[in-house]
């Protein structure tokens, strides 16, 4: 079954060019973002690597750790290293795991259907992971998912706008519109009546009796 938003993200171990890694432990209360691709020296995968080597002290400033997901070895990770810091111009310091046997794909339900048909006839490409983005909270509960085929690089400020649009809601009674960036106005919950939206938030600007926004809590 896949995953759901609020399940305990799955627990492993696994070898990573930072040495082991156990996850929970790893975790630290502190948010992350566990991320897939297919292979290591391929062209999509080096780009999006590379966009988060340039994203690395954004995600530190919001508290969040960065962990790859791959199919290849500590030792090629170690290599690829070096390709993607050409690449974007700054070293890839976050940690790649080697997921060799594929546990972290198949606890996340990273692999495309092609993997489950019968042996007859697979090549590589059906164990290929797909680009999976999970980002997952303090309290180990995952809070975001996303999921690309593998011919469509994702979009890693997306990524970065959607963390800190779940840190801005978790735990408190409002929400974030579409194309929300931080700063802007954000909506109360219905849990709150307008007298209390309005003591908790202060003026309201009401669109309609179910649509409130307020200035972003900052």
């Known amino acids: 079954m896949s995953l759901r938003i609020n399940d305990i993200a799955p627990d492993f171990t696994a070898p990573s060019t930072e040495g082991e890694i156990r996850f929970h432990d790893w975790l630290d209360g502190s948010y992350a973002i566990l991320f897939s691709h297919p292979r290591d020296f391929t062209p999509v995968c080096t780009t999006e690597f590379g966009a988060v080597a340039r994203l690395v002290p954004e995600f530190e400033k919001r508290g969040t750790k960065v962990l790859g997901v791959s199919v290849d070895s500590v030792e090629d990770h170690g290599k690829w290293k070096r390709d993607i810091e050409q690449v974007a111009g700054v070293p890839a310091n976050f940690a790649i795991i080697d997921d060799r046997d594929l546990t972290v794909a198949k606890a996340y339900d990273m692999l495309p259907a092609e993997y489950y048909l019968p042996n007859e006839g ?22 975001l998912t996303l999921t690309y085929p593998m011919s469509i690089g994702r979009n890693f400020a997306e990524i970065l706008r959607a963390l800190d649009a779940v840190r801005k809601t978790d735990g408190v009674p409002i929400a974030t519109p579409a194309d929300w960036q931080p700063g802007q106005d954000v909506i109360v919950a219905l849990s ?25 809590p900052a």
């Open 192 to 216: 709150l009546d307008d007298k209390a939206a309005e003591e908790k938030y202060g003026p309201l600007d009401i669109k309609l009796p179910y649509l409130r926004f307020a200035k972003d």
């Open 122 to 143: 697979r090549t590589p490409a059906h164990s290929a992971t797909v680009r999976s983005v999970f980002i997952i909270g303090p309290d180990k509960k995952i809070r």
